[in-house]
């Protein structure tokens, strides 16, 4: 057990909470892991990086925000998602894992906006770029799944499929019109096909919508064209 541990080392994981400012024995704490084994790691990363040190002691000596081992297993899990999809984690995701890296993404945010970000987090959020503030293809697609999520929800209340008329408010008006715009889109052969396919299959007949002559729930008013 021991001879893989040396193997491997150092242990990523560990050289960020002490590059965080965390000491040994609060390290070991956190991990459960050996003192020794512990120290083992840290030394071949102090040995393989001589700015380690510094960076240890700058952010042991300030009020910089403690890391977690739950908190860095959001961060891994936030990386992954972002490298593996192209997108970042919405607070309205049908998933909850997805909805709760959302929101721990939203507060990380805001530290490094106030100044209070831990440098484990920002180095380990560095592997994506802009993650501050996400580039528009991604707010974009994070946006177009937001829009996805909450019309799936509209119609499994048991509402008819959303008008997007002038006469209309609120979030039927909303939705009505972001799915008018998918159906154009798709007329015109400019819907991605992956979006086509997510919608067929979270919306079935998304593409033709309210029946003609077909009334509205819970409304006398003429159905959409």
Request: proline letters at 8%; hydrophobic letters at 35%; a positive charge.
């Amino acid at each position: 057990m021991t001879t893989r541990r040396h193997t491997s080392a150092p242990n990523a994981e560990w050289v960020l909470m002490y590059r965080g400012g965390l000491t040994r024995p609060r390290i070991a704490a956190l991990t459960r892991a050996p003192a020794s084994t512990i120290s083992y790691h840290l030394s071949v990363a102090l040995a393989a990086d001589p700015g380690l040190q510094a960076a240890h002691e700058q952010a042991a000596g300030t009020s910089t925000p403690q890391v977690s081992v739950l908190g860095l297993a959001r961060m891994r899990q936030l990386v992954a998602l972002v490298q593996e999809t192209g997108r970042y984690p919405t607070r309205t995701a049908i998933d909850a894992t997805e909805r709760m890296l959302a929101s721990w993404w939203e507060r990380r945010r805001r530290d490094a906006a106030a100044g209070t970000l831990a440098p484990a987090y920002r180095d380990g959020l560095a592997l994506l770029p802009d993650w501050q503030r996400p580039p528009r293809p991604v707010a974009d697609e994070a946006r177009w799944q937001d829009r996805l999520t909450a019309l799936a929800r509209y119609r499994a209340a048991g509402h008819d499929w959303p008008r997007h008329k002038a006469v209309v408010t609120g979030e039927e008006h909303d939705l009505g019109v972001w799915i008018h715009v998918q159906r154009q889109k798709a007329r015109r052969g400019e819907l991605e096909p992956a979006k086509a396919r997510t919608l067929d299959e979270a919306l079935p007949g998304w593409r033709t919508g309210r029946q003609r002559g077909r009334k509205p729930h819970n409304s006398p008013s003429a159905p959409d064209s």
